[in-house]
């Protein structure tokens, strides 16, 4: 490899058009700090990956002549937004020109043109298929949609997931009609955190919701028609509570017991998860003696005092999650954390000391390391 070569800025120009900058090197961003990147921090563009242009935000890069970062008035910053299964280790480098409006709900990673293609720093974290575009059938997961409104006419969760597989892209929803993987089960419209990145419901202006909130709790037989449809077309199959496009599952979970009691009077086999903030530890205890088998509770820190600024609990405290890994625990039950990353956070000494701690002492089985979605300076 040429020893010469450098990771080449990547820009956009106001019409949307991206280029690189021959012989100007590129860096990364973390916490609004600007740094270089090794070559070791970068990967080829993962597939379905996007590259988005960031608009009223002037694109920084490093002049090794000088050894300073510069700002390159009137280039916009181009940001990766990177397909499921990467973590990203650097934002997109920028300076916000006036007070442009806030970003969209995305991931904005670091990308570079190097070796003649794009790159990005990031890692891989999930070596899993069932979220890559490029082996999803998408004429046979109509067929099947066809299939099952014949088959379930009156479920209105199955109608639901329709909207999320093909209006919202939803890679869950569409591995559930092309029988595989992991079935989504969205059940509540409500939620007892304000998380400020949530994608399903903003209250603020300017920042929009990225799809929008189921608007009805499904029954329990509905619930349970779905989970048992896919159980048995699945090897290995896995039905999920808690989605992106739902709140808070744990605040139905009274129905959630029922349609879990009713799948497993059906059928002993197969996993049964939730993804929750695990706010509520009686109800995780009660859904882990129905048949529960897992939960992923989502965190964006270990420390209570940054959980609760980005969650904004209401009802619930830090210790009521730490109670309810417990409690699935006790019960034998399979338990992840949804770890959302933010460079600059999250790799801080202190972030993981107190993530180790974390780990050591509730007994944690997995961390799934997911990009956290927002603004990198807000």
């Known amino acids: ?109 670091a990308v570079v043109f190097y070796k003649s293609e794009f790159y990005v720093a990031a890692t891989r974290v999930d070596k899993e298929n069932r979220q890559d575009l490029r082996f999803m059938d998408i004429g046979r997961a109509r067929r099947n949609v066809k299939r099952l409104r014949k088959v379930f006419p009156k479920n209105r969760l199955i109608r639901h997931l329709e909207g999320c597989a093909f209006l919202y892209g939803c890679p869950a929803a569409k591995n559930f009609f092309l029988n595989r993987y992991e079935a989504p089960l969205p059940t509540s419209p409500y939620c007892n955190a304000g998380c400020i990145g949530c994608i399903s419901y903003q209250p603020r202006k300017g920042c929009l919701a ?77 859904l882990f003696d129905a048949g529960l088998d897992s939960i992923r509770v989502s965190l964006n820190s270990a420390r209570r005092l940054y959980y609760e600024r980005y969650y904004k609990p209401r009802g619930y405290g830090f210790n009521d999650v730490k109670r309810s890994i417990r409690n699935a625990k006790k019960r034998g039950g399979f338990v992840s954390i949804n770890y959302l990353v933010s460079p600059g956070f999250t790799d801080t000494k202190d972030e993981l000391r107190a993530l180790k701690g974390l780990i050591r002492r509730e007994n944690i089985d997995m961390i799934q390391w997911r990009n956290l979605n927002f603004d990198p300076l807000r």
């Open 210 to 286: 990225t799809q929008p909130r189921i608007k009805f709790t499904p029954t329990a037989e509905e619930i349970a028609q779905t989970a048992l449809y896919h159980m048995e077309n699945v090897k290995d199959p896995v039905v999920s509570f808690g989605q992106g496009c739902e709140g808070e599952p744990l605040l139905a979970h009274k129905v959630i017991e029922k349609a879990i009691r009713l799948i497993r009077g059906r059928r002993g086999k197969g996993m049964i998860n939730m993804n929750t903030n695990a706010s509520l530890p009686e109800a995780i205890s009660t």
């Open 1 to 109: 490899m040429n020893s010469k070569r450098i990771p080449e800025i990547v820009v956009s120009d106001k019409k949307g058009n991206i280029y690189n900058i021959p012989h100007v090197e590129g860096s990364g961003m973390k916490g609004g700090s600007f740094f270089r990147l090794r070559q070791t921090d970068l990967i080829k563009l993962p597939h379905g990956s996007e590259l988005f242009m960031l608009p009223d935000r002037f694109a920084v890069a490093y002049d090794p002549a000088s050894e300073r970062f510069t700002a390159l008035d009137g280039f916009f910053a181009v940001a990766a937004f990177i397909s499921p299964g990467f973590t990203i280790e650097y934002n997109a480098s920028y300076i916000e020109a006036g007070k442009p409006k806030m970003l969209p709900l995305f991931s904005y990673g």
